[in-house]
C-alpha cells in the first residue's frame, strides 16, 4: 500500500497529520496567491501565515476590491438561490412521459406531487439560513479560486453548513479533475470535545510536540478529518492525536456526497483552482500603488508651511504669535507659502486612477460602470449595458450550477429524505434540474427579444398587432419571465366560451329590452284601444 493511497482501515501507519503536512507542500503556490488577492480585497478571508485574535491586517490604500468581491458575490448569491423563487425543477425522464402519454389525470397527479415537493424544499433552504455559508463560500471562490462546503447529517447540527478557507484543507484530483481526497484541519479547545475525542487527550497519551495552538489564553488542538473516494462510495473518517476517534467513520454514495470542494476556474492537471481576483490582480495592484501615492502627495500638498525670507524685516515668531487682526510690522513680500509643484503630476496619476477604477467597476458588475458619463443616458443603455454585463459571466453560472448548485440541492433532498420529511423518489425516473443562473440568464434573453419584436411591430400600426395570437405571445412572455401561465393566462377555449356567454348575454338584453318597449302596445290592444 503507497502512502499517496492511504488506506482506510486501522492498520494504516502513516497518520492524517504527517499527510496533511506533506500535501501542503502543492497547495503553497496557490495559498500564497490566494493572500496576495485577499489583501487587495478581503483580507481577513484569508489570513496570513501565523495569524491569531492579535494579528494586524493589512489595510488597502483602495476600496474598489472590497466593494467589487462583496458585489459579485452577492450577485451571484441573487442569481443561484433567489430568495421566495424554486431554485430547481423536478423532471421526469421522457420514457416515461411517454408511458403516461394519454393518462392526463396520471400525469396531473404527479406534476402536483413534484411541485409539492419542491416547494417543500424550498422552504427548507429559505429556513435553514443557508445563504449565509453561501454568500461567504462564494465570496472565497471570488477572491482565492478554492473552498470546501461539508453538511452535516441533519438540521439539528449548530453548524448546518461548515465552510473551510483554502488554508484548511488540502486536496487531491487526478489529471482529469476528478476529486481523489480531501483531509481538514480543524483547531478547536478541547473543553468542546465529545467523550471520545477527549479520551484522546488523557495525561498517559499526550500531545505530540508542536500540535497546540494559543488562542485567547487557551490551547487549541487540531483534528484531522479525511475524506477518500473509495470504490463507488465516499469515505470519511477523523484522528486526534495521532489516533482515529472512534465513531467518526462514515460513507456516502458517489454521487451524493456530503461535502464540496468548489473551484472558480479549473485548470487541468492542477490539484486547485484559480479565483477572478487573480483575473484582475495586476490592475489591483496598480491602483493600490497609485491610490498610496495620491494619498501621501495629497497629505503632503495639504500641509501649510509659510517661509520668511531671511535677514528680513518681518520676524516669524511675530507671525506665530500674532492673533487674527493683530498688527505686525514687516514686508508681504517677505512672506511666502511653501508650495509641492506637483500639480501636472497628480494630475497624469488621477487619471490613470480614474481608468483603473473604471475597468475593476466593469470587472466587478458594479453599479457605477453601467451608466456611461453625460447627461443624456436613456434608460435603454442602462439596461442594455447590464444585460451586457451578465451575459459575460454565462460559463461562471454554467459551472457553479453543476458543481455548487445542483449538487447542493441533491444534499439537502436526501438529507430531508432520510429525516423522513420528503418521500423516496426513483433516481431513474426523477431527477432535479437548475431553472437559475445560466437558465434564468437564457429565459432573460428571450424575455428581452420578445419585448424588442413587440416594440418594433407598432411601426407597422394596428395591423400588425391584429395579426398576432395574443394568448400565445402572452404565454411565451410568462414562459420567458418563469412565471406560470396556467390558470393566468385564458386558453383558446375558455376564451371562445367567454365570447359566447357574451354574445348570449346581450342577445338577452335586447331581448329583454324589445319586450320592454313592446308590452305598452300589447297592454293597449289587450283592452281593446
Given at each position: ?414 438529507r430531508m429524505t432520510k429525516a423522513k420529511k420528503l418521500p423516496k423518489l ?104
Open positions: 500500500m503507497s502512502k499517496d493511497n492511504l488506506a482506510l482501515d486501522s492498520k494504516a501507519t502513516t497518520t492524517l497529520k504527517a499527510r496533511y503536512e506533506r500535501l501542503t507542500t502543492t497547495r503553497q503556490t496557490f495559498l500564497d496567491r490566494a493572500r496576495s488577492c485577499a489583501e487587495l480585497t478581503l483580507p481577513t478571508l484569508i489570513p496570513p501565515e501565523g495569524y491569531n485574535s492579535t494579528t494586524v491586517y493589512h489595510t488597502p490604500w483602495q476600496s474598489i476590491g472590497a466593494r467589487g468581491a462583496n458585489n459579485l458575490a452577492a450577485k451571484l448569491l441573487l442569481t443561484l438561490f433567489p430568495p421566495n423563487t424554486p431554485v430547481f425543477k423536478l423532471n421526469v425522464n421522457e420514457y416515461t412521459k411517454a408511458e403516461m402519454a394519454g393518462d392526463d389525470a396520471l400525469k396531473s397527479k404527479i406534476d402536483e406531487g413534484l411541485a409539492q415537493i419542491e416547494r417543500t424544499t424550498q422552504d427548507e433552504i429559505e429556513s435553514s439560513g443557508l445563504r449565509n455559508p453561501v454568500f461567504l463560500a462564494l465570496k472565497h471562490l471570488v477572491v482565492g479560486g478554492n473552498c470546501f462546503m461539508y453538511l452535516p447529517k441533519d438540521k439539528e447540527n449548530e453548524d448546518n453548513i461548515l465552510v473551510y478557507s483554502l488554508n484548511q484543507y488540502v486536496c487531491r484530483r487526478d489529471r482529469k479533475g476528478n476529486l481523489l481526497e480531501v483531509i481538514t484541519e480543524e483547531w478547536v479547545s478541547p473543553e468542546t470535545l465529545d467523550e471520545e475525542f477527549a479520551n484522546l487527550l488523557q495525561p498517559d497519551v499526550g500531545v505530540e510536540s508542536g500540535d497546540t495552538k494559543r488562542h485567547d489564553g487557551n490551547e487549541d488542538i487540531p483534528i484531522y478529518t479525511r475524506f477518500c473516494r473509495d470504490g463507488k462510495k465516499w469515505k470519511t473518517y477523523q484522528e486526534i492525536n495521532g489516533q482515529r476517534v472512534p465513531g467518526t467513520e462514515g460513507s456516502w454514495p458517489l454521487h451524493k456526497p456530503a461535502f464540496m470542494a468548489l473551484r472558480w476556474t479549473a485548470v487541468q492537471g492542477e490539484d486547485y483552482g484559480r479565483g477572478y481576483v487573480e483575473e484582475v490582480l495586476g490592475d489591483l495592484i496598480s491602483l493600490e500603488g497609485l491610490s498610496k501615492a495620491m494619498v501621501e502627495s495629497s497629505a503632503n500638498a495639504a500641509k501649510t508651511i509659510f517661509m520668511v525670507a531671511p535677514n528680513s524685516s518681518t520676524r516669524a515668531q511675530d507671525l506665530a504669535e500674532a492673533e487674527n487682526g493683530d498688527f505686525v510690522s514687516g514686508l508681504p513680500d517677505d512672506v511666502r507659502v511653501l508650495q509641492i509643484e506637483k500639480h501636472h503630476d497628480l494630475a497624469i496619476a488621477e487619471q490613470a486612477i480614474n481608468r483603473l477604477e473604471q475597468r475593476l467597476a466593469l470587472a466587478f458588475m458594479l453599479n457605477t460602470a453601467i451608466q456611461r458619463p453625460g447627461e443624456r443616458v436613456t434608460a435603454e443603455e442602462i439596461r442594455f449595458m447590464a444585460q451586457e454585463l451578465e451575459s459575460a459571466l454565462g460559463g461562471v453560472y454554467s459551472v457553479l450550477s453543476q458543481e455548487f448548485q445542483l449538487p447542493l440541492v441533491i444534499r439537502i433532498m436526501d426513483p433516481e431513474e425516473v426523477v431527477k432535479p434540474k437548475v431553472v437559475t443562473g445560466l437558465e434564468a440568464l437564457g429565459r432573460g434573453h428571450d424575455a428581452m427579444k420578445l419585448r424588442e419584436y413587440f416594440m418594433e411591430l407598432q411601426v407597422f400600426g394596428p395591423e400588425a398587432i391584429q395579426r398576432l395570437h395574443v394568448g400565445e405571445a402572452m404565454s411565451r412572455l410568462a414562459v420567458a419571465r418563469a412565471v406560470d401561465p396556467q390558470g393566468l393566462v385564458k386558453t383558446n377555449e375558455e376564451v371562445q366560451e367567454d365570447m359566447e356567454n357574451a354574445k348570449a348575454q346581450q342577445q338577452e338584453q335586447q331581448m329583454g329590452e324589445a319586450m320592454s318597449k313592446a308590452a305598452p302596445t300589447v297592454a293597449k290592444a289587450a283592452m281593446g284601444q
